[in-house]
């Protein structure tokens, strides 16, 4: 059926199709990000370097423009630089009060992990999702691991990805007004006390 020399070509055949579809169209879309991350950045999008782009890209995805498929060695190289920079902005040397703040994280991240799992009950319950994608859809970190970490479980990454998407489009648009309001309120009535 298959000969040896045959299959042996395929992976060759697949990697060379990926690589002329990623070089010349990824330094389009590499400007795209770029003039709209400006844009964003110009309008004062909160985290424009970050939220434009994202926006940027759904909207030529909803368009019907598809990006390049991205060899597995740039996202293994991005997760790193962007674990590296993470790691790099924490500065244990300057918490105060170590000993009170890890017990603190730790219960926090378990509420957070249990409400979230909890959550994914009702997904299941209401919409008939796995049991994992449910999960992942809701749970705490990174769209792109949730991503990853639901596709080598077989669980339906497109909503996954849609809900985490949603998750960090809520964060940046609605907690910096709401936080505004908030804080706005509370200077007002401190300013009315102290009169």
Do not use: C
Not at 79 to 96: E, S, T
């Amino acid at each position: 059926m298959f000969s040896k020399e045959g299959l042996e070509t395929v992976p060759q055949v697949i990697s060379t199709n990926v690589q002329q579809e990623f070089f010349p169209q990824i330094i389009s879309f590499a400007i795209f990000s770029v003039l709209i991350a400006l844009i964003g950045k110009k309008i004062n999008l909160p985290t424009a370097y970050l939220l434009g782009p994202i926006l940027g890209i759904a909207f030529l995805n909803v368009s019907g423009v598809q990006g390049p498929p991205l060899p597995s060695a740039v996202l293994d190289i991005s997760q790193f630089m962007i674990g590296g920079y993470i790691g790099l902005l924490l500065k244990p040397d300057k918490l105060k009060h170590k000993v009170k703040i890890i017990p603190v994280a730790l219960f926090s991240s378990l509420i957070l992990v249990g409400m979230s799992l909890g959550m994914s009950f009702l997904l299941v319950w209401q919409y008939q999702f796995s049991a994992i994608t449910s999960f992942l859809s809701l749970a705490p970190g990174g769209a792109d691991q949730m991503g990853i970490i639901g596709h080598e479980l077989e669980a339906d990454v497109s909503m996954i990805t849609g809900y985490q998407l949603f998750r960090i489009l809520f964060i940046f648009f609605a907690v910096p007004p709401l936080l505004k309001l908030i804080l706005g309120f509370s200077l007002k009535k401190k300013e009315y006390d102290g009169e």
